[in-house]
């Protein structure tokens, strides 16, 4: 039932993503602390959203380009990383290095979806232009609900089955390999951290920017010594 | 004479509402076309009664269109415009707002994706990540998460606003806003912040790795530098962020009880 509940807020916050609003609630940090409020441990879930968020930011959703799915990859990540880490939080460090590796197969996956969910808009279309020779404009508006809905129930089925499987396959590794492999994986948070703000530089790349990201560090250090 | 058709204040309302929904039917076919179609349903309604009239309003629409989202309200205004001009015999050629809409694709989607996508979305989050790194406490980084959400929906919020308020008026002239320049006024104070917030994520994580011990401090610095360079010389989608990982996992298995 936890996940029915989880799956649902899941895929109204997925929903934000590109087929309404785009308040940004879909993004890693909003939507994984409301995941992780849900599954009991807002503050873990807030958490996995901060360590996935910068990995997604730089991927720019221009035009029609396909952009990798960082968005329903967190949110199932969230879900999955704060159920487990709730049961094993010796083996913190090796769940979050096995959530990492997920969320890059499902947003793979998830960006193939797009492109699938995108083909499928086409009936919609196709079936606009049908009401068109008859100049009905409500029939508009209700195709337009019709595919709201679908898309609510393609994320709904995408955040469901990504949990289960997560919970599952992640749940099994973290089983069956010992509490050593947590420290092995130690480094993990520090390093997504490192590679976000790697990432992230591609943004910032103009000579301008240089003096406020220097700027910006120098404020870091002050900050650091006079807390 | 006929009275003079007009849209009213509840119009606009309703066409703000339904641009949040633009983007609902994507599709590779007529791109958002359906979702503009769909925004502008208010201005059918409101401005034709016959078959004829409303099959010709959605034959004008549903067509190749794409815009960025949030400028989409550029499109709107001034295509609601537009249509009442020619509903009151204003504009002879309905062709022209054809042409019209199909002009606008351009630059609807270069400024709208240079201001938000390039600028507003990634400062505003790296602000409200800056926040959020420097405290241990959960209410206070919710207070962080809000401000993020402020940060980036006010420009949003208005851009949507004065795009609409500003197509209505301009009408055909709204292609000449549509330059960036016309945004720097939004942009150039959030590229600051974007790069400050940035700068400071990075140096605060320097220093907090560098006090937990030296071997934090260079997973950190080395997976900085290979995401950096391996996004910006090969652009890459995963592996920048793959290498760091199995680099991570390298030093954690033979520097164990640092």
């Known amino acids: ?183 092995t994986a130690r480094f993990i948070e520090v390093a997504l951290l490192g590679t976000g703000a790697g990432l992230t530089l591609s943004l910032y790349k103009r000579n301008e920017m240089k003096t406020w990201i220097v700027g910006g560090a120098i404020v870091a250090l002050l900050y650091f010594l006079f807390q | 004479m006929a009275e003079e058709k007009k849209l009213k204040f509840i119009d606009f309302i309703d066409i703000y509402l339904r641009s949040f929904f633009i983007q609902t039917v994507w599709n590779f076919k007529g791109m958002v076309s359906l979702g503009l179609c769909y925004a502008l349903i208010p201005v059918a309604k409101r401005l034709y009664n016959t078959k004829e009239d409303l099959k010709a309003f959605l034959q004008r629409y549903l067509s190749f269109f794409n815009t960025h989202p949030y400028f989409s309200s550029f499109a709107l205004g001034s295509l609601a415009a537009l249509e009442e001009n020619y509903a009151n015999g204003r504009l002879d050629d309905p062709e022209q707002i054809v042409k019209f809409r199909n002009a606008i694709i351009g630059p609807l989607g270069l400024v709208g994706d240079q201001l938000f996508w390039a600028g507003i979305k990634p400062a505003s989050i790296l602000a409200g990540i800056a926040g959020l790194i420097v405290t241990d406490s959960l209410s206070i980084k919710l207070i962080y998460l809000a401000l993020f959400l402020i940060l980036y929906n006010a420009p949003h919020l208005y851009i949507r606003y004065m795009g609409l308020k500003e197509g209505y008026k301009q009408s055909f002239g709204v292609y000449k806003i549509l330059k960036i320049e016309h945004f720097n006024f939004l942009l150039n104070p959030y590229k600051i912040i974007g790069g400050s917030a940035l700068g400071f994520v990075i140096g605060y994580m320097l220093i907090s790795s560098a006090a937990q011990h030296t071997s934090y401090l260079a997973v950190f610095l080395i997976s900085l530098l290979s995401a950096a360079y391996l996004r910006q010389s090969k652009q890459m989608v995963y592996l920048p962020i793959v290498v760091p990982i199995v680099i991570s996992l390298i030093i954690g298995f033979f520097f164990k009880g640092l």
């Not at chain 1, 990995?55 to 221009?62: I, K, R």
Request: include cysteine; charge should be negative; aromatic fraction near 12%.
């Open chain 1, 1 to 183: 039932m936890d996940i029915l509940w989880l799956s649902l807020a899941g895929a109204a916050l997925m929903m934000d993503t590109t087929a309404t609003f785009q308040i940004m609630v879909s993004q890693p940090i909003v939507a994984c602390t409301i995941i992780g409020y849900l599954g009991g441990d807002a503050a873990m879930g807030l958490h996995i959203g901060l360590l996935l968020q910068l990995l997604w930011l730089s991927d720019l959703p221009v035009g029609a380009t396909l952009v990798p799915a960082g968005n329903y990859a967190s949110i199932v990540s969230a879900a999955v990383a704060v159920e487990l880490i709730g049961i094993f939080p010796e083996k913190h460090f090796m769940i979050v290095l096995l959530i990492v590796l997920y969320s890059l197969l499902l947003s793979y996956f998830g960006a193939r979806m797009v492109r699938i969910n995108r083909n499928w808009n086409t009936y919609f279309f196709n079936k606009a232009v049908r009401y068109m020779e008859k100049g009905s404009v409500g029939a508009i508006t209700f195709i337009n609900y019709q595919a709201l809905l679908m898309h609510f129930i393609i994320a709904f089925l995408l955040v469901f089955s990504g949990i289960l499987l997560g919970e599952f396959l992640i749940g099994f590794i973290t089983r069956e390999l010992s509490v050593t492999w947590n420290e």
